[in-house]
């Protein structure tokens, strides 16, 4: 399986990243990724970036040292109503949006209240991806999640951070492994991404492609696999 974008990359302006548009891009060419998302924290998180960053992101290039762009975001969910705490002049701007659960934004509480408030998320035309599921912090009923994407047009990410033995994340690989058998039962797509906040990082998705492979997860549904499929699944949802 061959993943050829990465969709969730930090750079120095989500304010716990370390490196520049510059230097990721030049290092997915050096890896042969060939398109990158740059897709910032919104400023619900602690250092999150202004919304002048995601207004301005217009000015970067549609290629650079052969490698695509598109820009994007990363929203926090602020509350288990569904608000999110970018706003809708930046979300139109961007290609398209991540929507995730950080514990600084939003406290902790049970599988329904959680359940609930992804599906809500997903019913906004402007949410492209949720954004790391599986960690036991914040759990979900993933049949409910998987049934929901899939009729909603919302990709499910397999963040290849999350799976890292230095993860901050618990319980991570446990329930992708539900998620993903759900996947496959309802066929919906899903998308692998490094969730890289460093260059070193773009393109990195051992730990996401040993674990589809095990499941022996059909590589049509890794919708990232396809360049124009991703492009046109996002876009698809974006204009309902």
């Known amino acids: 399986m061959k993943v050829l974008a990465d969709t969730h990359v930090h750079t120095i ?5 370390y490196s520049t548009i ?3 891009l030049r290092e997915a060419s050096r890896k ?12 619900g998180l602690p250092g999150g970036a202004h919304d002048f960053h995601f207004m301005n992101l217009r000015i970067l290039p549609k ?3 052969g490698v695509r762009t598109l820009i994007g975001a990363e929203v926090n969910i602020m509350d288990y109503k569904g608000r999110i705490d970018a706003n809708l002049e930046v979300m139109e701007e961007v290609d398209f949006v991540i929507a995730s659960l950080h514990p600084p934004c939003i406290s902790l509480t049970e599988k329904e209240e959680v359940t609930s408030c992804i599906e809500k998320v997903m019913q906004n035309p402007l949410v ?8 036991a912090r914040f759990p979900m009923d993933f049949e409910r999640i998987a049934r929901a994407a899939k009729e909603t047009g919302t990709l499910l990410e397999v963040n290849n951070a999350s799976l890292r033995r230095e993860s901050f994340r618990v319980g991570v690989r446990e329930n992708l492994i539900e998620m993903l058998h759900y996947c496959m039962q309802y066929q919906v797509q899903v998308v692998v991404a490094s969730d890289a906040h460093i260059s070193l990082d773009v ?9 589809l492979e095990e499941l022996n997860f059909p590589s ?10 991703l492009l046109t699944f996002i876009s698809k949802k974006r204009l309902k």
């Open 13 to 17: 302006a989500s304010g716990h990243a």
């Open 22 to 24: 510059d230097e990721i």
């Open 128 to 135: 492209s991806i949720i954004g790391h599921p599986g960690d």
């Open 63 to 65: 290629e650079m040292y």
């Open 32 to 43: 042969g990724v060939k398109m990158v998302a740059i897709t910032d924290h919104t400023n």
């Open 203 to 211: 393109g990195e998705f051992k730990e996401s492609c040993e674990l």
């Open 220 to 229: 049509e549904l890794v919708i990232n696999t396809d360049i124009e499929a």
